[in-house]
Every structure is written in structure tokens, then in C-alpha cells.
T-cell receptor, first 117, second 110 residues
Framework: ETGVTQTPRHLVMGMTNKKSLKCEQH?????MYWYKQSAKKPLELMFV???????ENNSVPSRFSPECPNSSHLFLHLHTLQPEDSALYLC????????????????FGQGTRLTVV | GIQVEQSPPDLILQEGANSTLRCNFS?????LQWFHQNPWGQLINLFY???GTKQNGRLSATTVATERYSLLYISSSQTTDSGVYFC????????????FGSGTQLTVLP
């Protein structure tokens, strides 16, 4: 298993659909993240979870709903999306320095390429 | 928030050439990473380098934290080096607010 795995790799959904993106990390980290990468734009941080608690929500619309049932799994639930939400969604994990970790390097999954039609 | 600027935005090289990519940031940082994004979108970790110099094969990186910049050196470039190179920084030393630059699009021609 690679460090951070995301499924599905590609997703096409209609604006009225509900779907979920899944992320799993095998690195023993305690923090997980969702990022959005739109065409021609830098990566944008969406959500941060630390010890399963959401600590950051960077003004993301409510049609994106994260869930973190444990420190190894992270979901992004999608509903009533808009075409402008089409993007590459990347999950990442790291070890939070709050536990004395000195290396807080973040590792990313392969991403889910989402197309909203 | 912290600003991250990468230069150049685009770079085209012949195979075998060397290159230097630059990352400037507007505030002190305790976490700095370089990534290579492959054509399939995956971000591959190159260096975790909040300060100092590291080398890994044909790649090396230097971060001068006091002057708020980092450099990524690619020597003897290969076509497989093509892609987008991102610098990302976090002032806190964690990765909770990792801010990415706009990237350098590198194309290595055979």
C-alpha cells in the first residue's frame, strides 16, 4: 500500500448527485487534509483534521462536507455541486508537531479528478 | 497570510541541461517542501527543507530562511523531469496551513 490512497481516481457527477471521495493514510499520521486544485490555480486548502477533530475550514461552501471517522480515514461528501467545482481534489496527511514530532512533512494521495456536468 | 512566489513560471530545457527554480516567501517559515506534480496529478515529495541544503541524486535544494527563499537545482535534466514543481510553506512548523506557490512548469525536450 502506498502512503496515502484516494478513491475514486476519476469521478463524473451531475449537479443533483451525491457522491463521496475517500482517503486513507498508512503512515501513522494524526492530521489529514483536503485540498482543491483548479486549472491554472495553486492548491487551495479546504479542510484540516487533527486527531479526528476539524480544526480548519477555509470558507468552503456547505455543499462540501468532510468526515473523519478515525485518524487514518477521511471522506469528502459532495452534494448539489456546480460545474465550477470541477477540479482535482487531493488528500494529504502529516504528523502534527503537538505530539513532539520534529518532521511535519506532508504526503499527498494521487488525487480524484472530479467533473461536474 | 503568507505569500509564496515561484519563478520562472515556465521553463523549457534541452535534455542534459541544468536549471534552478526559485521560491520566495513573505514571512518566516518552519516548514518548506518541494513537490513535483506528474502528468497524472500526483504530488511527489522531493524535499522537506525548512533550512539548509539537501541533495538527492540529480536534485538538490537550498533554503536560506533568514532571507526567505529556497532554490531547487535540477542537473542533467531528463524528459521524465517534466511537470510542475511546487514550493509550499507553513509558518507554524506544522502542515496545517501549507501555502503553495503557483508552480514552475518545466518541459524537458529530447
Amino acid at each position: 500500500e502506498t502512503g496515502v490512497t484516494q478513491t475514486p481516481r476519476h469521478l463524473v457527477m451531475g449537479m443533483t448527485n451525491k457522491k463521496s471521495l475517500k482517503c486513507e493514510q498508512h503512515l501513522g499520521h494524526n492530521a489529514m487534509y483536503w485540498y482543491k486544485q483548479s486549472a491554472k490555480k495553486p492548491l487551495e486548502l479546504m479542510f484540516v483534521y487533527n486527531f479526528k477533530e476539524q480544526t480548519e475550514n477555509n470558507s468552503v461552501p456547505s455543499r462540501f462536507s468532510p468526515e473523519c471517522p478515525n485518524s487514518s480515514h477521511l471522506f469528502l461528501h459532495l452534494h448539489t455541486l456546480q460545474p465550477e467545482d470541477s477540479a482535482l481534489y487531493l488528500c494529504a496527511s502529516s504528523q502534527d508537531p503537538g505530539q513532539g514530532a520534529r518532521n511535519t512533512e506532508a504526503f499527498f494521495g494521487q488525487g480524484t479528478r472530479l467533473t461536474v456536468v | 497570510g503568507i505569500q509564496v512566489e515561484q519563478s520562472p513560471p515556465d521553463l523549457i530545457l534541452q535534455e542534459g541541461a541544468n536549471s534552478t527554480l526559485r521560491c520566495n516567501f513573505s514571512d518566516s517559515v518552519n516548514n518548506l517542501q518541494w513537490f513535483h506534480q506528474n502528468p497524472w496529478g500526483q504530488l511527489i515529495n522531493l524535499f522537506y527543507i525548512p533550512s539548509g541544503t539537501k541533495q538527492n541524486g540529480r536534485l538538490s535544494a537550498t533554503t536560506v530562511a533568514t532571507e526567505r527563499y529556497s532554490l531547487l537545482y535540477i542537473s542533467s535534466s531528463q524528459t521524465t523531469d517534466s511537470g510542475v514543481y511546487f514550493c509550499a510553506v507553513d509558518p507554524s512548523g506544522s502542515a496545517r496551513q501549507l501555502t503553495f506557490g503557483s508552480g514552475t512548469q518545466l518541459t524537458v525536450l529530447p
